[in-house]
C-alpha cells in the first residue's frame, strides 16, 4: 500500500509542473553547486522571487522521498537543536523502515551532533547556511525538504536537493 502511494506521487510530482523564480538567469553550472534548490507549484509565488515574468521558469520535479521538518512554516524561527531534533526523528524513521543501516544512522548521529549554532533563524536560513544537514538528510534516503511559505502559511515549496531532480519544461 505505502509502494503504491509513494509511486503515486512520484509520478504526479512528475506530470505536475513547479515553478522557480530568479532574479538572474538560469545557470545549469550554478545550479549543480547549490546543495538545495527550491521550486514551488505556486506560479504566483515564483514571481514573487523573479525579476519577471520571463524569469520564472518551469519543471518537472522528481521529489523523491521529502523531508517534512514538521514546521508550521519554514518562515518559523527556531534554535537549531530544535531543527537537529527534527532531523534526527527523520535519521531515526529511516533506520526503523530499514531504509539505512544502524551503522549508518550512527554515523548520522554523530554528524548532527557535531553541527554547531546559536541564536533563532527561519527554518529556512538554517538548512541553507548549514549545508551539512541537507547532506546527512540525503544520506539518510531523503531527496527533498518540502515546507509551506507564503502570507497564510499555505503555499506548498519543495527544495530539492539536486539539479538532476529538475527537468526543464
Do not use: C
Not at 49 to 65: I, M, N, S, T, W
Not at 89 to 107: A, P, T, Y
Not at 151 to 165: A, R
Amino acid at each position: 500500500m505505502k509502494l503504491n502511494a509513494a509511486l503515486r506521487l512520484r509520478a504526479y510530482s512528475q506530470n505536475q509542473i513547479f515553478y522557480r523564480g530568479l532574479t538572474q538567469s538560469w545557470s545549469d553550472e550554478h545550479a549543480k553547486k547549490q546543495h538545495i534548490i527550491f521550486i514551488t507549484p505556486d506560479k504566483d509565488y515564483a514571481l514573487e522571487y523573479a525579476k519577471d515574468a520571463q524569469h520564472v521558469l518551469e519543471f518537472h520535479a522528481d521529489l523523491g522521498q521529502s523531508f517534512n521538518f514538521g514546521f508550521r512554516t519554514l518562515q518559523t524561527e527556531v534554535q537549531l537543536a530544535e531543527v537537529l531534533d527534527r532531523v534526527k526523528r527523520g535519521v531515526l524513521s529511516q533506520f526503523q523502515e530499514h531504509k539505512i543501516s544502524r551503522e549508518k544512522g550512527m554515523e548520522l548521529m554523530d554528524e548532527l551532533s557535531d553541527i554547531k549554532g546559536s541564536g533563532y533563524k527561519h527554518v529556512w536560513e538554517w538548512y541553507m547556511q548549514l549545508p551539512a544537514l541537507v547532506k546527512i538528510l540525503k544520506a539518510a534516503g531523503y531527496d527533498s525538504v518540502e515546507g509551506a511559505e507564503g502570507t497564510n502559511d499555505d503555499i506548498p515549496t519543495y527544495g530539492v536537493f539536486s539539479v538532476s531532480q529538475l527537468k526543464r519544461v
